[in-house]
């Protein structure tokens, strides 16, 4: 009987326990987000600036691909721009099949004009310009 008693007491004393600490930390937490929601807008504007200027557009010249390899995220889209005077045509390896990643063959870009690509999967995805298949490059998706 002594121990039914001692069990009870403690769990009535344990119940009178948490409900005070719940009550108390409901108050604490009330209080708290004026505090803390300074900190992460100070800190906010510097990771969005970041994200703000993603590399998504492959420029085409005489002298190739500018940036040679480009890093995008899952789903992201790149624009390629034939910045040049003359006509280019952006297609996947290999020459002069392009069998490896048909989404990739772009075809012909003429001049001033630009074609999008969306990169569904990861993986390293090579192209050439088909005119000058010395001109290549690689987009890699995370
Ligand atoms: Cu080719």
Redesign the pocket.
């Known amino acids: 009987m002594p121990r039914n008693l001692v069990i009870a007491a403690v769990v009535i004393l344990f119940l009178i326990v948490s409900v005070w600490f719940l009550t108390r930390s409901d108050k604490q937490t009330s209080q708290t987000p004026a505090e803390t929601s300074t900190i992460p807008e100070s800190s906010a504007p510097s990771t969005a600036s970041d994200a703000a200027v993603p590399v998504d557009k492959v420029s085409i010249t005489a002298g190739g691909f500018s940036p040679k390899a480009i890093t995008v995220k899952i789903g992201q889209s790149v624009i390629f721009e034939n910045m040049d005077s003359a006509n280019h ?1 952006v ?1 996947s390896d290999p ?2 099949t ?1 069998t490896m990643y048909s989404f990739l063959n772009v075809g012909l870009i003429k001049p001033g004009e630009s074609k999008t690509v969306m990169f569904e999967k990861t993986g390293q995805y090579t192209f ?1 310009d ?1 005119l000058n ?1 010395s001109l290549t490059g690689t987009v890699t998706v995370e």
């Open positions: 045509i297609n020459h002069p392009h050439h088909h298949p």
